[in-house]
């Protein structure tokens, strides 16, 4: 099978996996497209090399790697641009979905937390992404990623108040 079209197989079944883990790094739909982009972009010069060392898992934790440092730098090169924004409501207006206004609230909570922190959160929760996996593709040891996931935790509790922490565990 020839290097482009296995490539373009892994790239079209993972898109949407990558995507969604962008966007709750993000929290932006076309920064998450653009981030997805980003990172196919840099696997596709080394696929060759990729492709006869590593096997279809190690392929999924590597572009999981490649898209969190995508999203890190990007961040990284944003930070000086950023203005803080109003405060969002704390409930729903009148016939608005709960569900939809819980989300918002949790994406504005996690968009509040530092890079790594946010890319723990969501790589260790939303993602449900192992221990290891996660340290794997943070570059750091398990327990690093224990310590920066409990952090996090604390940070958005503190963020949501004891009201909207009390969602979390539903």
């Known amino acids: 099978m020839p290097e482009g079209l296995a490539f373009d ?3 079209s079944s993972r898109a949407q996996r990558l995507f969604q ?3 709750l790094m993000c929290g932006d739909y076309h920064q998450a497209q653009d ?3 980003t990172a196919l972009s840099r ?4 696929w060759g090399r990729l492709t006869r060392r590593e096997d ?4 999924d934790a590597y572009a999981r ?4 440092n995508c999203y890190i730098s990007h961040r990284r090169l944003r930070r000086s641009g950023e203005v803080a924004v109003a405060d969002l409501p704390d409930r729903p207006g009148p016939g608005e979905d709960r569900g939809a206004a819980l989300r ?4 504005d909570a996690l968009s509040r937390l530092p890079p790594r922190n946010r890319a723990a959160v969501v790589l260790r929760y939303l993602e449900d992404y192992s221990l290891e996996e996660v340290a794997d593709a943070m570059d750091t040891t398990v327990s690093a990623v224990k310590s920066l996931s ?3 935790l604390t940070t958005l509790r503190q963020i949501l108040g004891p009201e909207r922490a009390a969602l979390l565990q539903d």
């Open 56 to 59: 279809l898992v190690s392929l």
């Open 21 to 23: 883990t962008a966007y």
């Open 9 to 11: 197989e892994f790239a």
């Open 43 to 46: 696997l596709y010069p080394v």
């Open 35 to 37: 981030l997805v982009q």
């Open 150 to 152: 409990f952090r996090s």
């Open 65 to 68: 790697k490649v898209l969190l």
């Open 104 to 107: 918002i609230t949790l994406l």
